[in-house]
């Protein structure tokens, strides 16, 4: 089961996010590259940017902007293809850092993660010298930077650590929250994207504290649930605790191909997916029961289809063929062509649970937002090639 802080008032959480994680990796292992605009990226009419170094960033350079765009945009920049493999290994190396302070730590990524150091492990009298001590091991350690929020609760803490980014300490003390927020504009609410902040500036709510200023009926009958939520964030109240251990609700592998291809032609390709799939499903110690395929038109329509077993598959040849036979409920009387596939496993069951038949077929088409996704494993890509 996760592991939940021990308090849920009081708290004191540090966001630690590395700088430009993937591009200071390199940096950092090829002297050459330091001080110079580094985009890690394939080349290719699909690809898109993993990470831009701060010297790439000042041209407008963006992570998930096309590669095209980052090359018209600085057409010096050195590019890099991603090494997934160095770039685990120093996240391993900064969570190791992490747990010198405190056994409660949210990963969010490779190169961020929650801190609850309410109490921690080295002793040291506040949250702001633990942010401290944190950053100052990775530079000694690893020879990379990161950056830090301090504040009372997750959502404060992660606006802070973006305040004096690259390479800065930012801490919000609980006397000063409504200070801060106050001419925060909405779009740095967690959730508020461009069209919710749209709406809220149509209706002259541009700031937190203008949001401050809405009752809680009010905000409810706009937006439902999420009004609540935006009533408690504008007030600084988040009541959500750092979860270790928290498991992964999927494992999933994605491929984008350099050129459009027909239904047909996709078998090797979702082999290749499945048996990536099997390989990372292994040693987990839980089952996954559904079996997912996703696929992406040339015109970016996200098709998914998707199986739920009595029992799991028992191999990654079955596991590429329950996809295969998947990808047969595709309809393809418009002769539709592809850009992407994904192979997924969801709905784990720890090895002990008893198995229920379910015996559920599922076949659904989904938005995008719903569709099979990487929430916390890197995509799997084609040199030349992205999603």
């Known amino acids: 089961m996760p592991l939940l802080a021990p308090m849920l008032a ?3 959480i540090v966001h630690v ?9 390199e940096q950092r292992d090829d002297p050459a590259l330091r001080g110079r605009p580094v985009v890690v990226a394939w080349r290719g009419r699909r690809s898109v940017v993993c990470a ?3 010297e790439a960033r000042k041209f407008g350079v963006r992570s998930a902007m096309a590669a095209l765009t980052a090359e018209r945009l600085c057409p010096h920049a050195i590019f890099i293809p991603p090494d997934f493999t160095r770039y685990r290994a120093a996240s391993q190396a900064a969570r190791r850092i992490f747990e010198e302070h405190t056994d409660l730590i949210e990963p969010l990524s490779l190169d961020e993660a929650y801190l609850d150091v309410t109490e921690n492990k080295s002793g040291l009298p506040t949250a702001t010298r633990v942010a401290k001590a944190i950053r100052e091991k990775i530079r000694q350690e690893l020879n990379l930077t990161a950056s830090a929020g301090v504040a009372p609760n ?18 919000i003390q609980p006397d000063e929250v409504e200070a801060f927020l106050e001419p925060l ?3 740095r609410i967690p959730g508020v994207g461009k069209v919710m902040e749209t709406k809220l500036r149509e209706l002259s709510l541009a700031t937190v504290g203008a949001l401050r200023h809405q009752s809680l009926s009010e905000l409810e009958g706009r937006f439902g649930r999420y009004g609540a939520r935006l009533y408690e964030l504008a ?3 988040d009541h959500n605790p750092v979860v270790t251990g928290r498991p992964s609700k999927q494992i999933s592998k994605e491929d984008t191909f350099e050129r459009d291809l027909p239904l047909e032609d996709l078998s090797e390709i979702i082999r290749e997916l499945a048996a990536k799939v099997w390989k990372a499903s292994q040693g987990s110690g839980r089952i996954g029961h559904t079996v997912v395929l996703k696929l992406k038109t040339s015109g970016f329509a996200i098709m998914t289809r998707s199986l739920t077993l009595a029992q799991p598959p028992s191999s990654g040849e079955e596991l590429a063929a329950i996809a295969l ?10 002769r539709p062509l592809f850009r992407l596939a994904g192979v997924g496993l969801s709905n784990f069951r720890d090895d002990e649970e008893p198995q229920f038949p379910l015996f559920r077929d599922e076949v659904q088409e989904t938005s995008e937002a719903a569709a099979l996704s990487l929430p916390s494993q890197e995509q799997e890509t084609r040199p030349g090639a992205s999603g």
């Open 10 to 12: 009081g708290r004191k």
């Open 17 to 25: 996010d590395m700088d430009a994680f993937y591009a200071s990796v």
């Open 52 to 54: 831009a170094s701060y």
């Open 154 to 171: 997750k959502f404060l803490a992660k606006i802070a650590s973006d305040w004096k980014k690259p390479d800065g300490l930012f801490v």
């Open 185 to 187: 504009p909405v779009g």
């Open 235 to 237: 007030r600084g109240i």
């Open 325 to 334: 036979s998947l990808r047969e409920r595709v309809d393809v009387s418009a």
